[in-house]
């Protein structure tokens, strides 16, 4: 036969459980251009918002080609006003479609990645 809980044990169950939803990672807010977009113009550059800040030193983003032909222009950096956002330029882009690569580090230490794609149309 088990007993209940006191208020001690209650009380550190409590405690014990409510930790494990404090790790946070960063995970993405919103992109631009928008994951899988149809553009008629190519953007300037890609911008992705996370939902915590980011290690500048570990994070990073690249757009590739549905070949894997890296067109960005290698410029990938978290902006220094928002550490949550992230930033690549891009060269003029044909019509086609292009996958965002993404893996960064959160402050408080979490990696996470992912990748989205866009178009650009004719």
């Known amino acids: 036969m088990t007993e209940p809980l ?3 044990g209650l009380a ?3 405690l014990l459980c409510g930790t494990a939803g404090v790790e946070a ?3 993405i807010d919103r ?3 928008q994951a899988g977009s149809a553009l008629r113009t190519a953007p300037a550059q890609v911008r992705v918002w996370f939902t915590e800040s980011l290690e500048p030193a570990f994070s990073g983003v690249q757009v590739v080609t549905v070949a894997d032909q890296r067109v960005d222009k290698g410029d990938s950096q978290v902006d ?3 550490l949550r956002l992230l930033r690549i330029s891009l060269p003029s ?3 086609g479609t292009y ?3 993404w893996r960064v580090l959160s402050i408080d230490g979490h990696v996470t990645q992912g990748d ?3 178009r650009v149309i004719p």
Do not use: D, M, S, Y
């Open 12 to 14: 550190l169950a409590v």
């Open 99 to 101: 996958k965002v690569i």
């Open 80 to 82: 220094r006003a928002n």
């Open 93 to 95: 882009l044909p019509p």
């Open 31 to 33: 992109t631009e251009p």
């Open 116 to 118: 989205f794609i866009f």
């Open 6 to 8: 006191g208020p001690v």
């Open 25 to 27: 990672h960063a995970l």
